[in-house]
Nanobody
Framework: QVQLVESGGGLVQSGGALRLSCAAS????????MGWYRQAPGKERELVAL???????NYADFVKGRFTISRDNAKNTVYLQMNSLKPEDTAVYYC??????????????WGQGTQVTVSS
């Protein structure tokens, strides 16, 4: 099976920075859009940023100017550079990929999530 594994989460102070990584592994034919979502306690999961295979990006308003999404297609990996972190950014961050596997089945895949905690 295809798997997405996140890394890079942790505890930082307000104003600090973290870099999240998410690597897709397994039998992968192609990957279109990859993205990051987050879910804070008591809230619904929300979009943080998306990036297409061609490098086009889309950001949620609450992270514009602070976060940067990028990807390395050769490594099947998507990154999220998070700067100027705020306590409100505290959440579990999940990566997502719209991909076609080795059996030519296309669907969305999700990572298990990585905790980001920003202290004041």
């Amino acid at each position: 099976q295809v798997q997405l594994v996140e890394s890079g989460g942790g505890l930082v102070q307000s104003g600090g920075a973290l870099r999240l990584s998410c690597a897709a592994s397994g039998r992968i034919f192609s990957i279109n859009v990859m993205g990051w979502y987050r879910q804070a306690p008591g809230k619904e999961r929300e979009l943080v940023a998306l990036i297409t295979s061609g490098g086009n990006t889309n950001y949620a308003d609450f992270v514009k100017g602070r976060f940067t999404i990028s990807r390395d297609n050769a490594k099947n990996t998507v990154y999220l550079q998070m700067n100027s972190l705020k306590p409100e950014d505290t959440a579990v961050y999940y990566c997502n990929a719209d991909l076609v596997d080795g059996n030519r089945l296309r669907r969305l895949y999700w990572g298990q999530g990585t905790q980001v905690t920003v202290s004041s």
